[in-house]
């Protein structure tokens, strides 16, 4: 589907090289040059790959909550970096039948395919900050690869400055779809879902657990079965949620105290701003390479896949433990989303449905259980030792 999409998206650019559509394997390795290639960037020092290192599962590879660009990479972002693998499986966004928002790329939805999901990088102050199209085409124009670029998009192409932009996004994008680095299956959970392997008791009881609908509940949005075509789980249902993650100080936008992040509807996505009952839900993440993570939550706010599980169970049963206090002593839950649109936090489902001061759903050995069993999911797994690397899976390691 989404090379379909892809395809439909570059429009004419895709056919003005002698007639005929480039292809998908000389699109890739165009795309993986401007994927890395830092000069594209207002600091000449920033990539695609700077955020969504390789050697990271195509995350951040460092403990920040943002990361900061600009040009002279001191502009600060507002949210946390995501994994880009296992993205080519992701789908537009919509609504389904019964209501629930669904698909999208970025944390928000607000693009609908990996090339629309690339403009923002080369433009944004905070990342790579090329002021518009023009200039990201500059550089590209003086880019080691920029005759291969002439070669598959045509001799004037960086003359057509809306042309050679969207011809950009559209080779980093199919580069993202194709590679196998991005979506390598290569964990110790594909080992054991193929037989091949064994998971300890610990991974396993891990395993229940994440599965259990009275205990983690995680497979509720994390679903841990084969697709209905055969395809290894994903670990998301692709769906939107608000868990009411505490505010991140260290995020210099919350300074001030009327700025929120409410996802769906805005500040970045405005098309669903009057959907107050969406405010404060983001997409639902793979779990795959969780375990690699430096930062958890749209937010960054925890640093520890442990912790931030513990959040999960101790939410609501031990709120003070998250949360800070009021001048009166009071915890002031949920506070990173306005005390009226506090409702939209998800309270009803496992293991959010604890009443304050009961038994959380899970034990801190039963913690210690899923974090093992969430750890079998990180790519370019080694049998021989047990451990897993995600550099493993690169096509040049």
Not at 33 to 47: H, Q
Not at 320 to 342: C, Q, R
Request: aromatic residues 10%.
């Amino acid at each position: 589907m989404l090379c379909v999409l892809l395809a439909a998206s570059v429009g004419s650019v895709s056919a003005v090289a002698a007639g005929e559509v480039p292809s998908q394997a000389a699109l890739a390795a165009l795309g993986a040059n401007v994927f890395n290639d830092a000069s594209l960037s207002a600091s000449g020092k920033m990539s695609c790959a700077t955020c969504h290192d390789p050697k990271f599962a195509h995350a951040q590879n460092n403990a920040l909550s943002v990361q900061s660009g600009g040009a002279n990479l001191d502009v600060p972002g507002f949210r946390s970096v995501p994994s880009l693998r296992y993205l080519n499986i992701n789908m537009p966004f919509f609504f389904a039948n019964d209501g629930t928002p669904t698909g999208g790329f970025n944390r928000d939805g607000r693009a609908n395919t990996l090339v629309e999901q690339a403009s923002r990088p080369f433009l944004a102050a905070h990342e790579m900050a090329n002021g518009d199209a023009a200039a990201v085409v500059d550089k590209l124009s003086r880019a080691s690869y920029a005759e291969e670029f002439r070669g598959l998009f045509g001799a004037d192409v960086f003359e057509r400055v809306d042309d050679a932009f969207l011809a950009a996004r559209y080779a980093v994008g199919v580069y993202e779809a194709t590679a196998p680095e991005f979506r390598p299956f290569s964990s110790k959970f594909d080992l054991f879902m193929q037989g091949k392997i064994r998971l300890s008791a610990q991974e396993l009881r891990g395993f229940a657990r994440f599965n259990s609908q009275t205990k983690g509940g995680c497979a509720g949005c994390h679903p841990s079965t084969r697709a209905p075509n055969g395809d290894p789980p994903l670990f998301t249902d692709y769906t939107y949620d608000n868990l009411g993650v505490p505010r991140n100080p260290q995020i210099l936008a919350t300074a001030d105290p009327d700025y929120f992040d409410l996802g769906l509807c805005g500040p970045d996505r405005i098309d669903l701003v009057a959907r107050r009952d969406l405010c404060g839900t983001f997409k639902v993440p793979t779990l795959r390479n969780v375990a690699t993570r430096k930062v958890i939550f749209h937010n960054g706010y925890f640093n520890s896949l442990r912790e931030a599980i513990q959040f999960y169970v101790q939410r609501d049963t031990n709120p003070d433990k998250w949360y800070p206090l009021d001048a009166a002593g009071a915890v002031v839950k949920f506070n990173d989303v306005p005390a009226l649109l506090a409702r939209n936090v998800n309270t009803s489902e496992v293991p959010y449905n604890r009443p304050l001061g009961g038994t959380p759903a899970l034990s801190e050995l039963e913690i210690d259980d899923v974090v093992a069993f969430l750890g079998t999911l990180t790519d370019g797994y080694d049998a021989a030792t047990d451990t897993a690397d995600p550099a493993h899976d690169l096509a040049n390691p």
